[in-house]
């Protein structure tokens, strides 16, 4: 009789390894010395200060994944792996990887998260209550949410239409990595990103390395309890909703509504799920990240477009963005 294969659930269950393979790669060093020249294990070992048999295990897993390959003067970086994975290049994605050797989703996070319905990351504690107090942390949070936004902010900024609407609050705007984009992508357009204090500073590097000193400032605030900003042509909610239950999405929404200017637009950027609930598999993945980073989960469309029905916004409209990101398009009136 036949038998269904294992090979599926092998590899899922050996895929953490993937990532774990990617972290430390990423922590040592190993994809900017490459980046610098190939070179061989032994000469790797010696730069990095590894022993050499662990490390041909993981330059051999690396190849395996695709992202060395073996050229006649030793490992050479695969295009995407140059392209994202050496620090300082504008789209490196470490501050996101490098979070998982500190933070790694773990069964055990996953089954604290099932039991107690609540985040286990920060130990029960509010994540922004950590960071304001523990510097290290907002920084290396700000850096991994600058990683996730910077590579699909080009995207992000092509899918809306920016023109005419002024300026943008970007509530809870991170590293500012869609600001910049929108900024870049419209030369006359201001963005504000609202951000609480201890990430402002952060904020201000992000942008004043981007030359947008001008156009895009951080403006200390808490939009959980201070008033919002009004007046603004646009609001961005990128990755804000999903951090909460869907049933504190309304307060936002309503607070969104109110702020905004007469005939202003919001934009709602997150990585949504199916209505069906067959995925798409990244972004059903990120699920499991909010149960243990916050209290939140991904969107689906239908719930979506109920709460911002619910809020007062009329005709909106999901587009899809870079990757498996998607842009929810709501206006304050009628157009
Ligand atoms: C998931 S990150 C998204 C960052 C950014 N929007 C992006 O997509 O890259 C959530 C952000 O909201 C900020 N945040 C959380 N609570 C906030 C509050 N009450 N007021 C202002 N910002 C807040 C955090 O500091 C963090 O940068």
Not at 94 to 106: K, R, S, W
Not at 141 to 150: E, L, N, Q, V
Not at 205 to 231: C, E, H, N, Q, T
Not at 324 to 334: D, G, H, M
Request: hydrophobic share 50%; glycine share 10%.
């Amino acid at each position: 009789m036949s038998r269904p294969s294992e090979q599926r659930i092998y590899a899922a269950y050996i895929a953490s390894r993937q990532s774990a393979a990617l972290a430390a790669a990423v922590r040592i060093g190993l994809f900017d010395v490459l980046a610098e020249a190939p070179c061989d294990v032994p000469a790797l070992a010696g730069r990095l200060a590894v022993a050499r048999r662990p490390l041909a295990g993981l330059v051999r897993a690396l190849t395996a994944m695709g992202l060395l390959t073996r050229g006649v003067h030793g490992l050479v970086l695969a295009p995407d792996a140059a392209t994202y994975l050496v620090r300082g290049r504008p789209l490196w994605m470490g501050g996101l990887i490098d979070l998982e050797v500190e933070g790694m989703v773990t069964p055990q996070r996953v089954i604290d998260a099932l039991r107690s319905d609540r985040a286990s990351v920060y130990a029960g504690e509010d994540p922004w209550e950590v960071h304001a107090r523990d510097p290290e942390r907002a920084r290396a949070f700000t850096a991994a949410m600058h990683s996730i936004s910077a590579v699909a902010a080009d995207g992000f900024a092509a899918c809306v239409d920016a023109a005419g609407v002024g300026s943008v609050l970007d509530v809870g705007g991170g590293s500012g990595a869609l600001s910049i984009a929108l900024a870049r992508a419209y030369p006359s357009l201001r963005c504000t990103v609202w951000e609480l204090p201890s990430v402002c500073p952060l904020a201000e590097g992000y942008i004043a390395a981007a030359g947008l000193g001008g156009r895009v400032s951080a403006l200390p605030g808490d939009f959980l309890r201070d008033p919002w900003p009004r007046g603004h042509g646009a609001i961005l909610l990128s990755q804000i909703l999903h951090d909460y239950p869907v049933a504190r999405a309304p307060a936002l929404l309503a607070a969104a509504y109110a702020a905004l200017a007469p005939r202003g637009v919001l934009w709602i950027h997150e990585k949504l799920v199916a209505d069906d609930g067959t995925g798409p598999l990244l972004n059903a993945l990120v699920d499991i990240d909010m149960m243990v980073w916050t209290d939140g989960q991904q969107y689906a469309p239908s719930v979506l477009e109920r709460v911002l029905e619910h809020a007062g916004f009329t005709g909106a409209r999901i587009v899809p963005a870079h990757g498996t990101w998607s842009v929810a398009i709501a206006a304050r009136a009628p157009r």
